[in-house]
Nanobody
């Protein structure tokens, strides 16, 4: 059973940076695609990025393009989300999720079966 654990969240000032990690156990990520999602209070969950572990292809939602970068470290069985130029509207709980299709990169949360517990990101001065 694949288990995902996010880490790296915290409080950061506007314009600052954070790097989130999504570390997998129970299986190698080689067989999965990973998506990053977020949910702000009172709002629906929003897809923000994805990466195909096999091809390395990535996809980003418009609100984070040019500011966020998703990457993977196969040796550490970990996917990262580097977040730069953070804005107050980026405040949310961030989740990583996995789909057992290593070439998948679509931003559709219904297609991801395995989810982490989330990590809080707060952007505030």
């Amino acid at each position: 059973q694949l288990v995902l654990v996010e880490s790296g969240g915290g409080l950061v000032q506007p314009g600052g940076s954070l790097r989130l990690s999504c570390t997998a156990s129970g299986s190698t990520l080689d067989y999965y695609a990973i998506g990053w999602f977020r949910q702000a209070p009172g709002k629906e969950r929003e897809a923000i990025s994805s990466i195909s572990i096999s091809s390395g292809r990535t996809k980003y939602a418009d609100p984070v393009k040019g500011r966020f970068t998703v990457s993977r470290d196969n040796a550490k069985n970990t996917v990262y989300l580097q977040m730069n130029s953070l804005k107050p509207e980026d405040t949310a709980v961030y989740y990583c999720a996995a789909r057992a299709d290593s070439y998948y990169i679509e931003l559709n949360d219904a297609m991801y079966a395995y989810w982490g517990q989330g990590t809080q990101v707060t952007v505030s001065s």
